[in-house]
């Protein structure tokens, strides 16, 4: 019966014409959240590393400590701090059942501040997730609730705005009304040809600049001879706005063989856990290795289920098996209606030579909408169903390392680039381990020539078992090393009273820092943590006493290698 289900649903997802429901949002119902004129650094939707971006960024001129403000009326119903992530974020929740979002927030107003700081010292941490309910904090339209900040995972100051409605899908905030000056229409650079008969997994596929002629893009050449009954096509396109030289997201895109329309794609909502599908959406290879280049695909793989897409025949794949020229015509939009157009005439021709075969070989082969385990005396790997895009031709290959800080062989996992978008449970043998060492010894995860990541695991019967959602190399280490705790701009006996703050490096050698915790004379004190730059900020009581004064540090790792740092100085 099960099989008979996911038969129905791959008829449905490949060969159905879904047309979207009509939704109305409420227009100028909320305000611009700062005090800035309205320009964006990013927008919603655009593919990002490992997901669709969830919101607009906003600029704010490149600084921090401009004011932020109420969207709308409503109550203050979370308050989340962190050292990654959206860093300090506030969310309101507004009667017309909407939430708004602000990320990256340098600090909050005054009677929201107050509250978080209860919390803070009433749990002695630093990290905090708090949901109020309708009574604790209201506010109105154009109230102050913080100033913008580069606070979490933030590339630099701005402010993250999102609207999310009852269920927690992310919207588009541009479908309610937030109108920024846009009259530049979406640019197109370059098109992505791909076999999907029996080249589909021979050939890299062919790549075509394109031109602009008399407002349309096309390619060189009246006709484009594939060697392949059938197509999927993607497109480097990016979108540019007024009063900003960043490039943007595109809004839609359409593909249409003659008059059929075959595929659309449109970013008005998602939900969180489609975020991930970016690595499906996007030639994610291209993205990776040039340059976070986006190619959006005009076709959707067996294992997208996004909800981005409507009007779906046979999943956007150009059928060209009848040898005929094929007129075709895609339609890229931004959220402003500005439309570029890509006009090309293709054929299917077994003559043709423009998908180049590779060599092609591979260990096994993994299906998509099963589990699929792989595994030999030194790894085991456990796929969930649905954890791949479509089918993969698995690579495997081991080697042994001469290396004394590796404690197993090499494992290269198929290749870094092979899109994973969940979770799957991976086990590794360990070599010539100090049993009295197993507790530190974690899996890493090491992509080119980048450093290695941590991905923990735990030790039984011989093995080390974790979790990861990439494809790549893989191998075990030992962390016993405690974190490192470096003074920035105290030192012993120095005088801080006109520094106002005392600053520290907080940073870890291999499984990354878990917890800390800080002390000034003995007594739990607050100190803000940021990930990226590896920070710890004390802001120091101006009413602290005359005199010396200790201050210490307590940082323990996620292999629970645990370091002390005190040191004395002046007020």
């Known amino acids: 019966m099960n099989a008979l289900i996911l038969y129905i649903f791959f008829l449905w997802h490949s060969f159905a014409k879904v047309e979207p429901e009509p939704v109305s949002y409420p227009q100028n119902y909320f305000a611009s959240p700062t005090d800035l004129p309205l320009s964006l650094s990013g927008n919603f939707g655009e593919p990002r590393r490992l997901h669709f971006h969830t919101g607009m960024d906003i600029r704010t001129n490149g600084e921090e400590g401009h004011k932020v403000l109420a969207a709308a009326g409503g109550y203050v119903s979370r308050i989340n701090v962190s050292g990654s992530g959206y860093g300090n974020a506030l969310y309101i929740t507004h009667p017309n059942g909407f939430n708004t979002v602000y990320g990256h927030l340098q600090r909050f107003s005054p009677i929201i501040m107050d509250r978080l700081r209860k919390e803070q010292y009433k749990k002695e941490s630093f990290s905090v997730d708090i949901n109020l309910s309708p009574k604790d904090i209201t506010v109105k339209q154009g109230d102050l609730i913080a100033w913008s900040g580069n606070t979490g995972g933030s590339g630099g100051p701005h402010l993250h705005f999102e609207i999310r409605d009852s269920l927690e899908q992310i919207i588009n905030p541009a479908l309610f009304g937030y109108h920024l000056k846009d009259e530049m229409k979406p640019v197109v650079q370059y098109l992505k040809f791909y076999p999907l008969g029996d080249l589909k997994y021979k050939s890299d596929g062919y790549r075509s600049k394109v031109f602009s002629s008399e407002g349309v893009y096309r390619i060189t050449g009246d006709v484009i001879s594939l060697n392949s009954a059938e197509v999927g096509i993607s497109v480097n396109t990016y979108d540019r706005m007024n009063n900003t030289e960043n490039h943007v997201g595109i809004y839609s895109m359409k593909l249409y063989d003659g008059k059929s329309l075959l595929y659309e794609f449109r970013m008005d909502k998602f939900s969180f856990d489609e975020k991930r599908y970016v690595l499906s959406h996007t030639d994610y290879p291209i993205f990776m290795n040039e340059g976070r280049k986006t190619f959006h695909k005009c076709f959707v793989e067996p294992g997208n289920q996004c909800k981005i897409y409507s009007s779906l025949v046979k999943g956007g794949v150009l059928n060209l098996s009848d040898k005929k020229v094929h007129p075709i015509k895609i339609e890229v939009s931004d959220v402003a209606g500005n439309i570029s157009i890509i006009e090309m005439n293709v054929k299917y021709d077994e003559s043709s030579?423009?998908?180049?075969?590779?060599?092609?070989?591979?260990?096994?082969?993994?299906?998509?909408?099963?589990?699929?385990?792989?595994?030999?005396?030194?790894?085991?790997?456990?796929?969930?169903?649905?954890?791949?895009?479509?089918?993969?031709?698995?690579?495997?290959?081991?080697?042994?390392?001469?290396?004394?800080?590796?404690?197993?062989?090499?494992?290269?996992?198929?290749?870094?680039?092979?899109?994973?978008?969940?979770?799957?449970?991976?086990?590794?043998?360990?070599?010539?381990?100090?049993?009295?060492?197993?507790?530190?010894?974690?899996?890493?995860?090491?992509?080119?020539?980048?450093?290695?990541?941590?991905?923990?695991?735990?030790?039984?019967?011989?093995?080390?078992?974790?979790?990861?959602?990439?494809?790549?190399?893989?191998?075990?280490?030992?962390?016993?090393?405690?974190?490192?705790?470096?003074?920035?701009?105290?030192?012993?006996?120095?005088?801080?009273?006109?520094?106002?703050?005392?600053?520290?490096?907080?940073?870890?050698?291999?499984?990354?820092?878990?917890?800390?915790?800080?002390?000034?004379?003995?007594k739990w004190t607050l100190t803000e943590y940021d990930a990226k730059s590896s920070t710890l900020t004390h802001t120091l009581n101006q009413n602290l006493s005359v005199g010396n004064h200790t201050f210490k540090v307590v940082a323990t790792d996620e292999r629970k290698n645990k370091t002390e740092f005190s040191i004395k100085f002046k007020m």
Not at 391 to 397: E, G, I, L, S
Request: some cysteine; hydrophobic content about 30%; charged content about 25%.
């Open 353 to 522: 030579t423009l998908f180049k075969e590779k060599n092609f070989s591979y260990t096994t082969r993994f299906d998509y909408d099963h589990e699929n385990e792989f595994s030999n005396q030194d790894i085991q790997l456990k796929i969930p169903a649905h954890c791949l895009f479509d089918q993969v031709y698995f690579n495997y290959t081991v080697s042994t390392s001469t290396d004394t800080n590796i404690f197993s062989k090499i494992h290269q996992v198929d290749k870094s680039t092979t899109q994973v978008f969940n979770w799957f449970n991976i086990s590794i043998k360990t070599e010539n381990l100090n049993p009295a060492l197993a507790d530190k010894a974690l899996i890493v995860y090491k992509d080119g020539a980048n450093p290695v990541a941590p991905r923990g695991g735990k030790y039984a019967n011989g093995y080390i078992s974790s979790k990861s959602r990439e494809f790549g190399t893989y191998f075990i280490r030992i962390d016993n090393t405690p974190p490192r705790i470096t003074p920035l701009n105290v030192s012993t006996g120095k005088n801080m009273r006109v520094y106002k703050k005392l600053l520290f490096r907080l940073t870890d050698n291999l499984s990354g820092v878990e917890d800390f915790d800080t002390y000034l004379d003995e």
